[in-house]
């Protein structure tokens, strides 16, 4: 009886961590993404010292969350945003317009997908 009540603590802890690590990731993303969301109103108006405060911002954010992220997920997701963080802030330095939005829009991306991949799914269980 000892034996089984453990057990059942001990999977409603995986079950807890995993939630809360769950809601974790999506605040995370949410709010870098609507960071992205100021950075690419910036860029598409053309201003250009905002959008690298606003950069700045994301870069400082993100360094903040990334210490913790790389405990919750694949460290390949982690690259892929770095890399593209590092590409953006060469294209804003630059004033490219295009590329820079197509920079945000990767990076959009990028953190979108780490909820959908991370997140109690029965697809990510089984």
Request: hydrophobic share 40%.
């Amino acid at each position: 009886m000892k034996i089984l009540l453990q057990c059942g603590l001990l999977i409603c802890l995986v079950v807890a961590i995993g939630f809360s690590s769950s809601y974790y990731l999506l605040n995370c993303t949410e709010s870098l993404l609507k960071e992205s969301e100021k950075l690419s109103t910036d860029v598409s108006n053309n201003h250009w010292q905002k959008a690298e405060k606003q950069l700045g911002s994301i870069h400082k954010k993100w360094e903040k969350e990334e210490q913790v992220l790389s405990l919750l997920i694949n460290h390949q997701e982690i690259d892929n945003i770095e890399l593209t963080l590092g590409r953006l802030e060469s294209y804003i330095t630059n004033q490219s317009k295009v590329l820079s939005l197509g920079e945000i829009s990767a990076l959009q991306h990028w953190l979108k997908h780490i909820p959908r991949k991370e997140g109690l799914d029965l697809a990510n269980i089984f």
